[in-house]
């Protein structure tokens, strides 16, 4: 049985895993205070009671939220090896993480109807174009429900936190959460890059002067916010699903679900930035 380092060492295993999370996380909560600042100063007070707004504010206070809890929990990891955190702590981590994405995907669907609002196309139409992500994040609100009554119980085991490792990898909730957030995106970025393409082609030539200005803008916007958007957390998205059938470490997993993560909250955040200077 190994013992403990001595007072005022540990483990460099413990201490890498732990420093990288700290890298990653606070980098990235770092990142949305100038962006929330911005978020605000180019708002109105229109634009505030909007949908996409309120949703950013509570994806930022869920990210802060986050962030805070991993540092503290990678600097309890270096400094107090002996006394870790409970494994709940992790499983109310991970779940307030996956509330994160589903509630990116959510502004994301929110942005498509801004694109195709109801009173431009038919009833039919509108529910056909949203019926697909709408049953998605059902399905996902669903197996995270699931997932998290399922990592309650292994908690309660004998040696949980073996058991939780386990059941993180193995179990089918984790796949299926990814598999809907790829085809979620997918289907999104779709959507938004077929919209972008086709303004495109509608308007070569067919606007001068200042219209010409204000379209080549609002193209811009579209641009930003469908590479910020769906483009990059789609490839993420599929790198996560490539990871967990590598077989590689969780600490490996958790840190490329918490740059993803990171990354879609920063997108949406810094999308509603920029749409907010073009419209200012």
Avoid at 128 to 147: D, E, H, M, Q, W
């Amino acid at each position: 049985m190994s013992v403990p380092p001595p007072p005022g060492l540990n483990y460099l295993a413990a201490i890498q895993p732990a420093l990288i999370d700290i890298m990653i996380g606070h980098t990235f909560t770092v990142i949305l205070v100038p962006l929330l600042i911005a978020m605000f100063y180019f708002s109105n007070e229109h634009s505030r009671r909007q949908p996409i707004f309120i949703l950013n504010i509570l994806n930022v206070c869920l990210a802060f939220s986050v962030g805070i809890m991993g540092d503290s929990r990678a600097v309890n990891t270096m400094l107090s090896p002996t006394h870790p955190y409970p494994v709940s702590y992790d499983i109310i981590m991970g779940f307030l993480g996956a509330v994160q994405s589903i509630l990116v995907d959510t502004i994301l669907l929110f942005r498509i109807c801004s694109v195709y609002p109801p009173r431009y196309l038919t009833w039919q139409r509108f529910v056909t174009l949203v019926s697909l992500p709408v049953l998605l994040k059902v399905a996902r609100v669903i197996n995270l429900s699931l997932f998290t009554a399922a990592l309650t119980k292994a908690a309660k085991g004998f040696n949980a936190e073996a058991t939780l490792a386990a059941l993180w990898v193995a179990a089918p909730y984790l796949k299926i959460e990814w598999f809907a957030q790829l085809v979620d995106n997918i289907y999104a970025s779709s959507v938004f890059l077929w919209t972008l393409w086709s303004k495109r082609k509608n308007n070569d030539g067919s606007t001068t002067g200042n219209a010409k200005l204000s379209f080549r803008m609002r193209l811009r916007t579209l641009f930003w916010i469908a590479l910020s958007n769906f483009v990059i957390p789609a490839l993420f998205s599929v790198a996560q699903i490539i990871v967990i059938y590598s077989e590689v470490n969780p600490v490996v997993i958790n840190q490329i679900i918490l740059t993803n993560t990171s990354i879609a909250v920063v997108g949406v955040v810094f999308a509603t930035v920029w749409a907010g200077t073009v419209n200012r």
